[in-house]
């Protein structure tokens, strides 16, 4: 199967058992441009029941095979699917692009090559990831194994279709589980596309597949008895469905990343202009369309005009390249469609009428397509909805406060905690604000980025459990303990 898809030649049917098949499923998912509204696709096939359990069969049958493949054999498999990624990293972002709108330049090379990298990492850990033996000083050795749970699922989001693919994906496939790839409804074809890579790359049928579909999808892989875990990414109410749904079903173990509203902490003592970087980017990276984007900062009170004016100047200056994700010059690309262009825009409607001051922004780009400007409200009442709920979008309030004990408090006032920011030239203090952050994740003198070795993921409602790093591993594998008798 050679690998020829591109936005001309779009990848529509379900990938199931190393074939494209057509759903059983008569509905159809409907795609557009958010560039400009128009139509890309009304045809790209829905996964329904049957589908899913036809997926599920097919991964149940390749399970007993895949899970004692040497470690040697499936490293190679997976460092030659990452080499893939990245000799089609043009056609594969372009596939993104066409739904997403995110830039080429800015978000478009470096999303799919993150994929690859995210492979390739967890492929070296499979020789690595060790178990663990105890002492028979009592006459009996123990031995604990990490094993695959065995049919997996994961459910993706739009933001960065082929990076959180990899995320749940390549953990999976290198401790030995078989994994079912939902991508969303409104970015599906770069993860459609792979389905020649998977079979180049030498993975056996049943080991990858991929389902498009919308949420009627999702809760089936949710609620499948044979489906012994599943990782999303995506909203709060979602996810509760889907915990709910693995609860009801068999118990299925569940891993969830519902976002954040992150703060952002910069002190009198802080470098401004690194601060005001890192923050500015923080809200313009992929329009504002990031989990753990900075969209509340909190800057002390003598620093506050100065970094009112720099972060201003810096979303002005982001705001200069806003425009088509297809040119090489565009930084800002637009929201992802018409729902989220209008919940976007409803929330910097109401943030206007009496929530807060209007520093910057607040007004669409252009006349068609779903092209918005960063848009910055001060002094935001701590109850205001704009600083309680995840906009997803370039959306920020900027507050200022008096005292470290003050801002702790500020910050910790959300029912989210994914990430949090620190910007402050005291290690001291850093270190101090770090500890009582109530955040999965926190930067010291940065704030939005994550790392493959480290653990991804929040406290309270942004989620449960961890992606990335060893703790990616975990989340796939069960432990079993193996006690060996030498008393006798």
């Known amino acids: 199967m050679v690998f020829n898809y591109s936005k001309s030649n779009l990848p529509k049917q379900l990938f199931i058992n190393n074939e494209y098949v057509a759903s059983k499923n008569s509905k159809k998912l409907e795609l557009f441009n958010p560039k400009d509204g128009s139509l890309v696709a009304n045809d790209v096939d ?47 972002a372009e596939l993104s692009r066409i739904t997403l709108g995110a830039p080429i330049s800015a978000i478009g090379h470096r999303e799919t090559m993150m994929a690859a990298e995210g492979f390739k990492y967890f492929a070296a850990w499979i020789d690595k990831f060790a178990g663990e033996s105890f002492p028979q000083d009592d006459g009996f050795l123990k031995i604990v194994r990490n094993e695959p749970l065995g049919v997996v699922a994961g459910v993706v989001p739009w933001n960065g279709p ?44 049943g080991v990858f597949q991929i389902l498009s579909g919308d949420g009627s999808t999702g809760a089936l892989l949710s609620s499948h008895i044979r489906i012994r875990k599943i990782s999303f990414t995506g909203s709060i109410p979602t996810g509760k469905r889907i915990q709910e749904a693995a609860a009801k079903s068999n118990l299925k173990r569940v891993t969830l990343e519902l976002g954040g509203k992150s703060p952002a902490v910069v002190f009198d003592d802080a470098n401004l202009e690194n601060a005001i970087t890192w923050c500015a980017r923080a809200l313009t990276m992929n329009t504002g369309q990031i989990c753990f984007a900075a969209t509340r900062v909190y800057v002390q009170e003598g620093v506050y005009e100065k970094f009112v004016e720099g972060y201003k100047k810096a979303l002005l200056k982001a705001a200069e390249n806003i425009g088509d994700p297809e040119a090489e010059s565009t930084t800002m690309g637009p929201l992802v469609d018409k729902a989220q262009f209008d919940r976007v825009s409803g929330f910097i409607e109401r943030g206007k009428n009496g929530q807060g001051t209007l520093l910057t922004g607040g007004s669409r780009v252009g006349s068609k397509g779903y092209f918005i400007q960063p848009t910055v409200f001060t002094n935001v009442d701590p109850d205001a909805e704009i600083i309680r709920q995840e906009i997803f979008g370039p959306v920020s309030v900027l507050n200022s406060f008096k005292t470290e004990e003050e801002i702790i408090e500020k910050c910790n006032d959300t029912n989210y905690g994914l990430m949090a920011g620190v910007f402050t030239q005291d290690i001291n203090r850093a270190l101090r604000v770090a500890s009582e952050f109530d955040a999965g994740m926190v930067g010291v003198n940065c704030v939005s980025l994550s790392f493959k070795q480290t653990p991804f993921g929040g406290t309270k409602e942004s ?20 006690m060996i008798n030498l008393t006798y």
Request: hydrophobic share 45%; net charge positive.
């Open 463 to 482: 989620g449960l459990g961890r992606e990335n790093g060893s703790a990616a591993l975990r989340a796939y594998t069960d432990q079993k303990t193996v």
């Open 46 to 92: 829905l996964a329904g029941a049957e589908d899913v359990d036809a997926a599920v069969a097919a991964a149940e049958k390749a399970f007993p095979a895949w899970k004692k493949i040497p470690a040697q054999a499936r490293q190679e498999m997976m460092n030659k699917f990452a080499a893939l990624i990245q000799k089609h990293s043009v056609e594969l």
């Open 162 to 205: 082929l990076t959180t693919a990899s995320n749940k994906a390549a953990p999976a496939l290198a401790t030995g589980n078989c994994f079912i790839l939902k991508p969303s409804e409104k970015t599906p074809f770069s993860a459609l596309a792979l389905g020649p890579l998977i079979i180049e790359a030498g993975f056996p049928p």
